[in-house]
């Protein structure tokens, strides 16, 4: 008795150590690194038909190079046709698709008006939405005082409502085909309060409750729901992000010092998540990817560890200069 209660104490051992060191050495939360190794491969994906917006620039870019590799089907939406276009030749460069297979729908997130045409000329076209990714959105820095409320409005129109808008079009059709997939990608900032980003962290819980709610009242309909949450990832977020003033864009440029996630890693770990139908995802590099652990198991020790580092650490961290 005593022999089975020493293995099991080793075991346990065991499995704590394994799991401290895939965090520590990891760009992924263990089960996304798992799934990355012994799960269904983004190949898997290959003919389905996968809805991305904001795919002109960044994530949503890279990941259209990713599922066209994979042999998907892909509607590219953005507000920059030109950006589109030349996204698709890529496409096509890149992978075996064709060009019955792309199909460019230009798209502003929060014209709601235009969304209903928008999801009827997807279905003219392939027939049916296997994935939609709503991807869309802007990031913001400005402190939380100084921000205007009408940022605050915008980044709810853009961030929140634009994502609810689509996906109330989306899933009818999805749930009467008994099958869809709506994937959200959404920011670690939608598990963490990110200092001077109060408005966009906001954004990202709001997105992350709404989806959450969502995901058990359509589980018995065949349709899955996917958060991802990235931490820093090179990408042009800061060019167009919110300030404290409406109307105003950031116009910063990242520095390829900063030790960010390369954009072509997000977007195939995305394209695991999305194959193997996870529920929660998170895609970032350390110390990140800790603090992520710390707020979901010891949430007041992450709290107080977070307001002990101070503004300037946390900035530091997150901008990918630590």
Not at 96 to 113: G, H, P, Q
Request: hydrophobic content about 45%.
């Amino acid at each position: 008795m005593m022999d089975l209660l020493y293995l099991l104490v080793w075991l346990v051992v065991l499995f704590n150590v394994v799991a401290i060191l895939m965090i520590l050495c990891g760009d992924a939360d263990i089960a996304l690194q798992i799934k990355s190794k012994f799960g269904k491969s983004v190949e898997s994906l290959a003919g389905q038909v996968v809805w991305i917006t904001g795919a002109s620039s960044g994530i949503g870019e890279e990941l259209a190079y990713e599922l066209a590799r994979a042999g998907c089907r892909l509607v590219l939406s953005a507000r920059r046709t030109k950006e589109l276009e030349r996204v698709k030749k890529e496409c096509m460069l890149r992978g075996s698709v064709k060009d019955e297979d792309i199909l460019i729908l230009t798209l502003d997130s929060i014209d709601f008006a235009s969304h209903k045409s928008a999801v009827d000329k997807v279905l003219a076209h392939f027939k049916h939405i296997d994935v939609l990714v709503n991807n869309a959105g802007r990031s913001q820095r400005a402190e939380w005082m100084k921000t205007a409320l009408q940022v605050d409005r915008d980044m709810l129109e853009l961030n929140v409502l634009g994502v609810l808008s689509l996906s109330k079009l989306v899933l009818p059709h999805m749930a009467e085909r008994k099958s869809g997939h709506i994937v959200n990608v959404s920011s670690v900032a939608g598990k963490l309060g990110a200092p001077l980003s109060g408005s966009y962290t906001g954004a990202k819980h709001a997105v992350q409750g709404w989806f959450d709610a969502l995901r058990v009242e359509v589980g018995e309909k065949n349709i899955y729901v996917t958060n991802i949450c990235p931490g820093p990832v090179f990408s042009n977020i800061l060019a167009v992000a919110f300030t404290e003033n409406a109307g105003e864009e950031l116009k910063s440029q990242m520095n390829p010092n900063e030790k960010r996630m390369k954009t072509d890693r997000c977007a195939y770990l995305m394209g695991v998540a999305i194959a193997n139908k996870m529920w929660e995802v998170w895609i970032t590099r350390n110390p990140v990817l800790l603090f992520c652990y710390a707020n979901q198991y010891l949430p007041n020790v992450a709290k107080w560890m977070g307001c002990r580092m101070g503004l300037k650490a946390i900035q530091k961290i997150r901008e990918g200069q630590n």
